[in-house]
């Protein structure tokens, strides 16, 4: 089904020298809302990949159940295998609100139509097979809000580039393509959404 009221763009590299992105990440735009969500399996390369597409694969089947519930279904797959980071943002188009949780360090970066950014503070710890209390920042949308969700790979700097406060997500995901540094050491992820009503 084609998007109605989400812009999306997406950047992704692996770190340099390896094959495998541990970084993985899903989005879905249904008839009443939106689902994004990013994971970075911990350390690199192939077992870090396996969690972090696992997690996406179980919040593909879930994307209607409430975040404290698709976070517990995550945590019981993980169980015996890597941790992962992860971030999920949900959008209800007919309330208008938005809700995002994140467990360790994936990043929010919220801009209002009229240019206000706001972040999240990352915090500490991953999923990992044990159930932990869930923060969930929750907002009400305005009209071109964007939302920049990133892995760790993504710095402060980079964030603060003055080109993220433009509306046209695919240029926005170019000049940070453009500015990154060549030798990056770690699996960035940088995903740029925008609402329209
Ligand atoms: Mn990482």
Sequence with gaps: MARKHMDISVFQKPKKGNYYCGDSY??????????????????SGEYAKESSQLVMDIIESNIDEPLDQIV?????????????????????????????????????????????????IPN????GGYSRPLKVLRGTLSEEMVFVMFSDGVTSI???AKY?????????????????SETMDDDTTLLVMKYKA
């Design 26 to 43: 899903f989005y879905k735009e249904t008839d009443h809302g939106f689902i994004c969500a990013l994971a970075d399996g911990l350390g």
């Design 72 to 120: 517990k279904r995550c945590n019981k797959g993980l169980v015996g295998k890597r941790g992962v980071v992860l971030g999920i943002l949900q959008v209800d188009f007919n309330e208008k609100k938005y809700s995002f949780s994140s467990i360790g360090n994936i990043g929010m970066m919220i801009i209002s139509g009229d240019s206000e950014k706001k972040r999240n």
């Design 124 to 127: 500490a710890g991953y999923l």
């Design 158 to 160: 980079d964030l603060s």
């Design 164 to 180: 993220f406060l433009g509306k046209d997500v695919s240029k926005i995901t170019e000049m940070f393509s453009y500015y990154l």
